[in-house]
């Protein structure tokens, strides 16, 4: 028999996630019930048991704390993974992971306090205990198959997402503004900086687990290489058809252009005078057209859209701070990463301008940040519309949205 202590942080101990890793390398079917999915977690969790049939995976989860994401609950029941969400009276707070073995019987568990997070199973201070007792495993076994077998264990269908989902965004919203008071009562008044800690992971856990790819720009800069400006636009434009195959190709992507001649979008813009003119009529152009006919034409167009129409939902003091600076290059930092969270779901609303400046040095330097987090910013990054900041275009272009918005 060998039963260890588990924690992280301490000494040169394993963290909750490697001595999880390792326990479910061999696995041929696990039980989890935690009180809470995190994306981060999530995306760590799903490469230790990539190896298993997702049938042979039971997850017994809860809706009462508003903590678990919605996106989680959607991935795991798609790959056919077994959910079920505890909704009785009592609180529901275990965390157990049980491994078994190609025999059919428990061969391990990890019972302690990490929950599926970034934080449990790796940076955040866990205990717990690895067992590999028989009689123990046996009744930690009986235990999860009565508690999965309740009545009040409720299988989890997109239906349950759904109506779940309101209740994450509530919670959700309330955690960014917990989030806001508790780094007002931190502050030290001798160094006035702000210390960062488990709940700015814990929002930029919320935030990034709705962030959907390719991540978008708010500005004119989703055709390339060539035509990145409304003034390059007007210029192609105004000598079409007198073009190369590289603009003409740029032209397609930006909705101007059919084949070998001009749309309607694009022989209005042909005859326009102003960048201001091209920005509204390109902008109701992208407003009024079907996702899938802009998903076919440009992906990028698609994630502009998503992300314009949440700009004008953030707090005004946001969006007003944004237009103001845009051509600032001391403030590039915060506004980087406002436009880069107007990727993500209705929590980005609740953030006010000081949450945008204090999460911008966690995003942006990227230490310490889940993987799942690193790969949104790295997509943002990879996008030239990102670093394209030396002309007004999202003014320009975020005005005539709103316009028709």
């Keep these: 028999m060998n039963n260890r202590f588990i924690?992280?942080?301490?000494?040169?101990?394993?963290?909750?996630?490697?001595?999880l890793q390792k326990a479910l390398k061999n696995a041929t079917r696990i039980d989890i019930a935690v009180s809470y999915l995190q994306m981060s977690g999530w995306h760590l969790l799903k490469s230790y048991f990539r190896k298993l049939r997702p049938e042979n995976v039971r997850v017994l989860t809860t809706d009462q704390l508003g903590v678990t994401h919605p996106s989680v609950l959607s991935?795991?029941?798609?790959?056919g993974i077994k959910v079920k969400s505890y909704s009785g009276g009592a609180l529901y707070h275990p965390k157990l992971y049980l491994a078994y073995g190609s025999h059919g019987s428990p061969e391990r568990a990890i019972v302690g306090s990490a929950n599926i997070s970034a934080s449990g199973f790796e940076t955040g201070i866990e205990a717990g205990i690895e067992l590999e007792d028989e009689s123990l495993l046996r009744q930690i076994q009986e235990w999860f198959d009565h508690l999965f077998a309740d009545r009040m264990a409720k299988s989890v269908d997109s239906?349950?997402?759904?109506?779940?989902?309101?209740?994450w965004k509530s919670a959700s919203t309330a955690r960014a503004h917990l989030r806001r008071v508790s780094k007002r009562f931190y502050k030290t008044a001798e160094t006035q900086k702000i210390r960062f800690n488990n709940e700015d992971f814990d929002v930029l856990d919320d935030v990034f687990?709705?962030?959907?790819?390719?991540?978008?720009?708010?500005?004119?800069?989703?055709?390339?290489?060539?035509?990145?400006?409304?003034?390059?636009?007007?210029?192609v434009l105004s000598r079409f058809p007198q073009v190369?195959?590289?603009?003409?190709?740029?032209?397609?992507?930006?909705?101007?252009?059919?084949?070998?001649?001009?749309?309607?979008?694009?022989?209005?813009?042909?005859?326009?005078?102003?960048?201001?003119?091209?920005?509204?009529?390109?902008?109701?152009?992208?407003?009024?057209?079907n996702e899938s006919i802009l998903e076919q034409r440009n992906r990028r167009l698609v994630s502009f859209r998503r992300a314009a129409n949440q700009f004008w939902k953030l707090k005004p003091e946001v969006h007003r701070f944004f237009i103001t600076n845009i051509l600032s290059a001391g403030l590039r930092p915060v506004l980087q990463t406002i436009e880069l969270l107007c990727n993500g779901g209705a929590t980005v609303r609740a953030l006010s301008l000081d949450d945008f400046r204090s999460l911008a040095p966690i995003i942006l330097n990227g230490k310490g940040l889940p993987e799942f987090i690193r790969e949104a910013v790295a997509d943002y990054r990879a996008n030239k519309g990102s670093r394209s900041w030396i002309s007004n275009d999202r003014e320009v272009i975020l005005k005539a949205y709103k316009g028709i918005y």
């Design 7 to 19: 924690t992280n942080k301490y000494a040169d101990a394993d963290p909750f996630g490697k001595v």
């Design 75 to 79: 991935d795991a029941i798609n790959k």
């Design 159 to 167: 239906e349950f997402v759904r109506a779940y989902e309101i209740k």
């Design 209 to 235: 687990s709705t962030i959907k790819f390719p991540v978008g720009t708010l500005g004119f800069d989703h055709a390339g290489n060539n035509i990145r400006t409304l003034s390059r636009a007007l210029e």
């Design 244 to 289: 190369n195959d590289k603009e003409r190709s740029e032209l397609h992507l930006l909705g101007f252009l059919n084949g070998t001649g001009l749309t309607m979008l694009g022989k209005k813009c042909q005859q326009a005078r102003t960048e201001k003119k091209i920005a509204e009529y390109w902008c109701r152009w992208i407003h009024g057209t």
